[in-house]
């Protein structure tokens, strides 16, 4: 893991915990360099992240201050389903109708930026939660970033096996939200009796060094779905 992911997930941390208290300006570059051995470069670019969390507000002049304590949605859909499951107290159950490897179509290529052709894991799902089918999931994934991936965690968390078996860091993600009418094969699929609109999260996620491991679409029963985020202008 990079030193400056190190630092910021460290100073995030402390955020959390009330360590660094909101409206209070946090230690000098200088100081924090020395505390955690590093350049002050590598901990502007630790900040940055808090900034653009909205965790974190810089003063022109003044320094960097603790805008406000973490929000618990924050990152919540670079958590994975079942660990936003958990965290809520609520049962997940994972319905894998499809899961192979399959060379990529031009589409999908093009979504992970690698060759046409190359081979990614096709992995269809359906979530239920609570004993209501709600999250139906097509997930592309190239096979040589995230190897021998297991019918195991494809039923529990492959967020999971990227990060507690892989040891890869999950860093960001772009995400387009929009509503789409479900097909019929959908509606089966989530036991809707007439044509319903989902909420559809396309994203494509990275991690912590660069490389594009995801491409996904993930649509929802509208009135289970919620999604929280912060816009900070800088």
Known sequence: MPKYMEIYREIRLRIESGNYAPDKKLPEGSKLASEFSC???????????????????RKRGSGSFVKRLASSASNSH?????????????KLETRVINFTAEPADEHVAQKLTIPHGQLVYVIHRVRVIDGVPSIIEYTWMPVDLIPQLTLTYVNQSIYHYITKQLGWVIHSAHMTITGQQATHHEC????????TALI?????????????FEYSIARHLWNSFNFETDFVRV
Do not use: Y
């Open 39 to 57: 350049s002050e470069l590598t901990i502007t670019k630790a900040l940055d992240l808090l900034v653009r969390e909205g965790l974190v507000l």
């Open 78 to 90: 670079l958590s994975g389903t079942a660990e936003r499951c958990a965290r809520a107290g609520k």
């Open 188 to 195: 089966q699929q989530l036991a809707l009796v007439e044509p």
């Open 200 to 212: 559809q999260v396309e994203q494509v996620a990275f991690l912590d060094n660069g490389k594009l």
